[in-house]
């Protein structure tokens, strides 16, 4: 957990969106819940992990704009939610708060493209069954020489081991209780609804995370959480109607 700073921004991104959820539902008080979040967007932010904080951002994005009930509502938040964090990040990294190693924050993609072109040659050769499931990174990065470890994007990871059959069943797995929590969203209010918005962000976030990272199917933390939110969002729990 600790010793890839990618994987704890992950992490992060979790806590903080429950944690949100915990401050917006008056569950903790407002003095705790105020510092807990400060503190984990400080550390999340010590991260440097551009995939990590982007995935807050959108996450947090996602959480309050579901919340929302009317569009006008939706867009007004979704402004002001930007703005907050693009100048609570300003704050914690261009005022002088805290160094920081530029680099961490530049467009390039740490030659994460050169795994992805091995990855795209391979599909070609395997596109509909693919390699073999959690073989690339021996099978192709390893051999190549490039100095990345892994593909550091999902999709074209679970092609090039399971296939254009495989990356299906993969979005299946992923969108379809997505899709039906959405629709169990409009018979919700308050508490389950923001319990159900909180795991709908976080599970939608992750879909934007691993463009650049492939991590959800490989055996970790990571992974177990995503599995159990993903069944969260389709418990029988939902189906019990809200008294009121």
């Known amino acids: 957990l600790l010793g890839n700073p990618n994987n704890l ?20 008080k407002f003095i705790y819940g105020l510092i807990m979040i400060l503190a984990q967007l400080f550390a999340i932010g010590l991260t440097f992990s551009r995939a990590g904080i982007g995935t807050f951002f959108i996450a947090v994005i996602i ?5 929302a009930s009317k569009t006008l509502v939706r ?7 930007v703005l907050i964090l693009g100048g609570l990040l300003y704050f914690i990294f261009l005022s002088g708060v805290t ?8 467009l390039n993609l740490s ?16 596109p509909f069954l693919g390699m073999g499931f959690g073989i690339s990174n021996k099978e192709i990065l390893n051999t190549s020489n490039i100095g990345v470890s892994g593909g ?3 999709y074209l990871q679970t092609i090039a081991e399971l296939g254009f059959i ?55 933390f990571i992974t177990s959480i995503w599995v159990y939110l993903l069944f969260l969002l389709v ?5 019990v109607k809200q008294e009121g």
């Open 9 to 28: 921004a992950v992490w992060l991104m979790v806590t903080l969106i429950f944690t949100i959820f915990l401050f917006h539902a008056k569950e903790i």
């Open 63 to 67: 959480y309050y704009i579901l919340l």
């Open 75 to 81: 867009i007004g938040r979704f402004i002001i939610i």
């Open 99 to 106: 160094q920081y190693d530029i680099q961490r924050f530049s």
């Open 111 to 126: 030659f994460r493209e050169l795994a992805w072109d091995f990855l795209i040659e391979s599909i070609k050769e395997k």
């Open 152 to 154: 550091h994007n999902i």
């Open 166 to 220: 495989g990356y299906a069943l993969l979005l299946m797995f992923w969108f379809i209780p997505i899709i039906i929590a959405l629709k169990q969203l409009k018979k919700f209010k308050d508490g389950k609804r923001q319990i159900l918005v909180a795991t709908l962000a976080i599970c939608m976030a992750f879909f934007s995370h691993q463009f650049f990272e492939g991590t959800l199917l490989r055996t970790n």
């Open 235 to 239: 418990s029988p729990v939902w189906n």
